[in-house]
């Protein structure tokens, strides 16, 4: 059998109806929304990559110090066969994992983009001879096939990609995660944590200006894919921390009045000047909300391990 399959439950065509669809319902309604999924061509990814490098974005290396000491710790819990991560993207932190359990020989990271799956894939192949990769094409969101690899499993799901989604899609979310895994199976999943508002802040609004342009990117991604004539340069980037909600929210304010063009969907957009689109809501967490939610879904944390400075989560749960 070949150590590389790949499967796409997503149509081809499913990703360029989707961002269709999110156009045209979140540029006609008030206010103005997109969902985050959009930054990420091949230069939003690049941006993204470029961000985790930023000394304002703690997320990323925070959360490499929690699974470089912690990932250990896992094993006393399960010890996986499987390894499946959503939302795999380069796969940087699976090899973290790899090392550390080396009782996992089948991953199957799942990603919307074919292009991160398969050059991940070579890259943890050459490392890891005896891995065997099934990589899967699709939309966590819109639930989970899993291929038939042998458990017990550890599902994955870092970066704190979970922020992205609204409270209601979150339980939606684990609701599919735990119908995905069997007793013996395990939950690993990182979370940003509430902190201070000017740190949370800056990590969404560095002084070199990366995720301004990350925030910007979108438009182009507009631009390209639906032809129409955003100018980045008609908006400016904002960053803002909803503390009620606790969550950060990225959002495109226009600089004066404009009217954009969206050809393929035989649509003009006009803002006003000051009107925002909001491109993203990045939650942050406590652990008895994390605790409360993946218990509403039928998982039970099992352990939660912090960085050094207290800023992310790993978070261990059983069914
Ligand atoms: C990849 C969703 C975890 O919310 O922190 C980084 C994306 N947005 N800077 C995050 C992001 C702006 C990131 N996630």
């Given at each position: 059998?070949?150590?590389?399959?790949?499967?796409?439950?997503?149509?081809p065509d499913?990703?360029?109806?989707?961002?269709?669809?999110?156009?045209a319902?979140?540029?006609?309604?008030?206010?103005?929304?997109?969902?985050?999924?959009?930054?990420?061509?091949?230069?939003?990814s690049?941006?993204?990559?470029a961000i985790?490098l930023?000394?304002?974005?703690?997320?990323?290396?925070?959360?490499?110090?929690?699974?470089?000491?912690?990932?250990a710790?896992?094993?006393?819990?399960?010890?996986?066969r499987?390894?499946?991560?959503?939302?795999?993207?380069?796969?940087?932190?699976?090899?973290?994992?790899?090392?550390?359990?080396?009782?996992?020989?089948?991953?199957?990271?799942?990603?919307?983009?074919e292009s991160?799956?398969?050059?991940?894939?070579?890259?943890?192949?050459a490392?890891?001879?005896?891995?065997?990769?099934?990589?899967?094409?699709?939309d966590?969101?819109?639930?989970?096939?899993?291929?038939?690899?042998?458990?017990?499993r550890?599902?994955?799901?870092?970066?704190?990609?979970?922020?992205?989604?609204?409270?209601?899609e979150?339980?939606?979310?684990?609701?599919a995660?735990?119908?995905?895994?069997?007793?013996?199976?395990?939950?690993?999943?990182?979370?940003?944590?509430?902190?201070?508002?000017r740190?949370?802040?800056?990590?969404?609004?560095?002084?070199?200006?990366?995720?301004?342009?990350?925030?910007?990117?979108?438009?182009?991604?507009?631009?390209?894919?639906?032809?129409?004539?955003?100018?980045?340069?008609?908006?400016?980037?904002?960053?803002?921390?909803?503390?009620?909600r606790?969550?950060?929210?990225?959002?495109?304010?226009?600089?004066t009045?404009?009217?954009?063009?969206?050809?393929?969907?035989?649509?003009?957009v006009?803002?006003?000047?000051?009107?925002?689109?909001?491109?993203?809501?990045?939650?942050?967490?406590?652990?008895?909300?994390?605790r409360?939610?993946?218990a509403?879904a039928?998982?039970?944390l099992?352990?939660?391990?912090?960085?050094?400075?207290?800023?992310?989560?790993?978070?261990?749960s059983?069914?």
């Open positions: 059998m070949s150590p590389f399959a790949l499967t796409r439950t997503l149509p499913a990703t360029a109806a989707a961002l269709r669809a999110d156009v319902t979140g540029l006609t309604r008030t206010p103005k929304v997109l969902p985050p999924k959009w930054f990420y061509d091949a230069r939003g690049e941006l993204f990559d985790t930023l000394p304002e974005y703690y997320p990323t290396r925070a959360e490499r110090e929690i699974l470089l000491t912690r990932a710790g896992i094993a006393e819990v399960v010890q996986p499987t390894l499946v991560e959503l939302g795999s993207g380069s796969s940087d932190k699976t090899r973290h994992l790899l090392s550390a359990l080396p009782s996992i020989d089948h991953y199957v990271p799942v990603d919307v983009s991160a799956l398969a050059g991940a894939a070579r890259t943890l192949l490392e890891h001879p005896g891995l065997t990769v099934h990589a899967l094409v699709a966590f969101q819109y639930g989970l096939a899993l291929p038939d690899t042998p458990g017990p550890l599902l994955a799901f870092l970066g704190g990609t979970i922020g992205n989604l609204q409270p209601e979150r339980a939606v979310f684990f609701g995660v735990r119908s995905g895994l069997a007793r013996g199976d395990a939950f690993l999943l990182g979370t940003d944590l509430v902190k201070d508002e740190t949370l802040v800056a990590a969404y609004d560095d002084a070199a200006g990366v995720t301004a342009e990350f925030n910007k990117n979108v438009l182009a991604v507009i631009n390209r894919e639906l032809g129409a004539d955003f100018d980045p340069a008609d908006f400016d980037h904002v960053a803002l921390w909803d503390g009620r606790e969550w950060i929210e990225m959002r495109l304010r226009a600089r009045a404009v009217v954009v063009k969206i050809p393929a969907l035989d649509l003009a006009h803002f006003e000047a000051g009107e925002e689109l909001r491109t993203e809501v990045s939650a942050k967490f406590r652990r008895a909300g994390v409360e939610e993946l509403a039928g998982l039970e099992s352990r939660w391990w912090t960085d050094g400075q207290s800023r992310f989560a790993l978070s261990l059983v069914p």
